[in-house]
């Protein structure tokens, strides 16, 4: 099973909503996930302030609207 679980200091994509790319990643910038809020495990989805590109703020996006990007070993756990 994918697992998708994303902490601060990652490193993510948003994902399209809508369209033909829908729920795709849009890999054009990346972000670093600052903050999470909501990882209390009662809670099913939670929600990160991620600031993307060269954009001053950071914004907070659901867990389901973020990829997280995943390198070496990690990658390696998508079966």
Known sequence: ?????????DIVFRKFNGGVRNNQPDDSVVGLVIKEHGTDSTISV????VRFG??????????????????????????
Do not use: C, T
Not at 1 to 9: A, E, L, S, W
Not at 46 to 49: A, E, S, V
């Open 1 to 9: 099973m994918y697992d998708n679980h994303i902490k601060r200091g």
């Open 46 to 49: 939670n929600q990160y302030q």
């Open 54 to 79: 060269q954009e001053e703020n950071a914004k907070w996006y659901w867990q389901h609207d973020l990829k997280k990007i995943r390198f070496g070993k990690d990658n390696n756990n998508e079966s």
